[in-house]
Each structure stands twice: as C-alpha cells, then as structure tokens.
C-alpha cells in the first residue's frame, strides 16, 4: 500500500460524455502526477501538479485537464470523451524539491467509453 | 509517445532462475526508474538508479544502467512464483514527469 487513493475503481461512460478521476496524495507529499494507460501499453505521462499549480504536461489535448486542492488532493477532468480514452488512470504523488524523488502510484480508475 | 523500449516484451521461465529485462531510452536523463504492475493495477516503484551511477542492488533486484548506450537492465535472481507480472522501465529527465517503455510480461512458472 502507497497511501495514494484514487476513485472511482471503475467507471462506465459514454462518447462526449464528461469525467472527473479523483486522487488523494500520500501524507506529506506536495506534487500530483496523472498517467493514462492504454491496454498493453506503457503509462503515458498527461500532466503535473505542484502546489495547486500545472508544472508540466504531455502530448494530451485541452480537453484533459486537472486541478489540485490545498490538501494536495486532485483531479483529472476529461471532457467530450472518445473511445480512445478508454484506459486505466493512474496518479501518483511525490515530494517536489529533490530530483528523483520516488513517485507512489495509486491503483488506479478503469474507464470505459462506450 | 514513450521514450523506453523494453527487451523482450515477454519473458517466460521456471521458478528458481533467473530473470533478465533490458531498456533502452532515447534522450538524456536525471535518473532511470523500474516498476512493476501486477494484472493492470498500480504501478510499485521497485528502484531508481541516477544518472551517476552505473549499478545498484535491492534485495533479488540487481540493476544497471550504462548512459553511454542509453540502457538499462534489470536482473531478477532466484525468481519466484509471485515475481510474475509487467515490468517497465521509466525515464526521468525533468523533475519526475515519467516516460514509460512499453514494459516487459513476465511469467514464472511454479
């Protein structure tokens, strides 16, 4: 167990609907990371969170965004869904100001779009 | 898309032996990171190794990293049962924002 919690664990949707993904950070740690992962595939970075602010993003359009909360807790929004979105959400949570710190993967929201 | 690329994608061997999983990445990096994911569930950091460094150990764990070839290795001796599951390699090389390769299956047969 990491401490990093996500919900729901699955989720059923339909195109064009809208989702929100929920994470809460383990204690201490300042920093969200939020990663999709296709079925087979490695996890893709989407983007990154550091004291309420977005600090980095990858190659994911507008349509995917995310907040994060003084508690360190966070979300992924993602709007207009397609088919493609269909995957397993991972965050993770770490402490920012020491390079290489290790980062704690929750379990986990499996999203289906229908 | 993904930075590492993981050698072989599947790996299949008997309880006792020893298992052995190769990266390869493209860009430079801070630190080079392994994980492993039981049935497509969350991810468990299994070691890091810096830039800096060329092996570690952790337990069964042995790892290696040569930046001049831009790869990595992991060794898993004794392997047992409970060892089977995905194994990726990840890249960090700006402030822990991963890049996954597309991991390697790995079954131990009882």
New interface residues.
Partial sequence: ETGVTQSPTHLIKTRGQQVTLRCSSQSGHNTVSWYQQALGQGPQFIFQYYREEENGRGNFPPRFSGLQFPNYSSELNVNALELDDSALYLCASSLEGTLGETQYFGPGTRLLVL | ??Q?EEDPQALSIQEGENATMNCSYKTSI??L?W?RQNS??????LI?I?SNEREKHSGRLRVTLDTSKKSSSLLITASRAADTASY?C?T?N??????????TRLMVKP
């Fill in positions: 898309s993904q590492g801070n630190n990171q994980y497509g569930r969350g991810l468990v950091h890091l810096r990726f990840a960090d700006a402030g822990n924002m991963l890049t996954f390769g597309g991991g």
